[in-house]
């Protein structure tokens, strides 16, 4: 079945720090693929999105770019600030975004002022 | 604003105790929900597609006799944990796709259930 990976955290940075968390995947087809962002005590809530090859993702500073020859679609953000603080989480969805998800294990994200 | 709401968001009950959770699309219909549970620390676990006007379908290794499901309405889904137990604590959360292609699903704030 489809399972999603992701690097464990957590992962504790200093503000202005450079963020990548790791994502790949495995699945049938072309899926497509998301991060969600879940902070303290809150629902999750979705960051960014790539629904085919080569797509990039990007919202409030973040990007991902969805690479289906090395199944992968980390997380990346150039600076990263005290309230990026939160739970992501990197997902696919087998059909489209209105579709079941399969989520990765969730990477905790600690930013230091 | 949020356009699916989770209710409650917090109980605590005893052991034997039915739960019933809510989970409404606030701004537009939804004929499918969905139902998932996140342990501590750990990823959210798909439970069951709630299919309005029909039986919902459940994930292997869930109880269908554990966790009821009810869509009776094109904005309501409700998901029933009865005589609940300690090991079914957990937090539950929902999530409703706009109808239509590629359309987002926008998730519930969530229910973090705890049975003494």
């Known amino acids: 079945g489809d399972s999603v990976t992701q690097m464990e955290g957590p992962v504790t940075l200093s503000e202005e720090a450079f963020l990548t968390i790791n994502c790949t995947y495995t699945a049938t087809g072309y899926p497509s693929l998301f991060w969600y962002v879940q902070y303290p005590g809150e629902g999750l809530q979705l960051l960014l999105k790539?629904?085919?090859?080569?797509d990039k993702g990007s919202n409030k500073g973040f990007e991902a770019t969805y690479r289906k020859e090395t199944t992968s679609f980390h997380l990346e953000k150039g600076s990263v600030q005290v309230s990026d603080s939160a739970v992501y989480f990197c997902?696919?969805?087998?059909?489209?975004?209105?579709?079941?998800?399969?989520f990765g294990g969730g990477t905790r994200l600690m930013v230091k002022p | 604003g949020a356009v699916v709401s989770q209710h409650p968001s917090r109980v605590i009950c005893k052991s034997g105790t039915s739960v019933k959770i809510e989970c409404r699309s606030l701004?537009?219909?939804?004929?499918?929900m969905f139902w998932y549970r996140q342990f501590p620390k750990k990823s959210l676990m798909l439970m069951a597609t709630?299919?309005?006007?029909?039986?919902?379908?459940?994930e292997q290794g869930v109880e269908k006799d554990k966790f009821l499901i009810n869509h009776a309405s094109l904005t309501l889904s409700t998901l029933t944990v009865t005589s609940a137990h300690p090991e079914d604590s957990s937090f539950y959360i929902c999530s409703a796709p706009r109808q239509g292609a590629n359309q987002p699903q926008h998730f519930g704030d969530g229910t973090r259930l705890s049975i003494l």
């Open positions: 997902a696919l969805s087998p059909f489209d975004a209105g579709n079941m998800l399969t």
């Open positions: 709630s299919n309005e006007g029909s039986k919902a379908t459940y």
């Open positions: 790539a629904t085919k090859a080569d």
């Open positions: 701004d537009f219909q939804a004929t499918t």
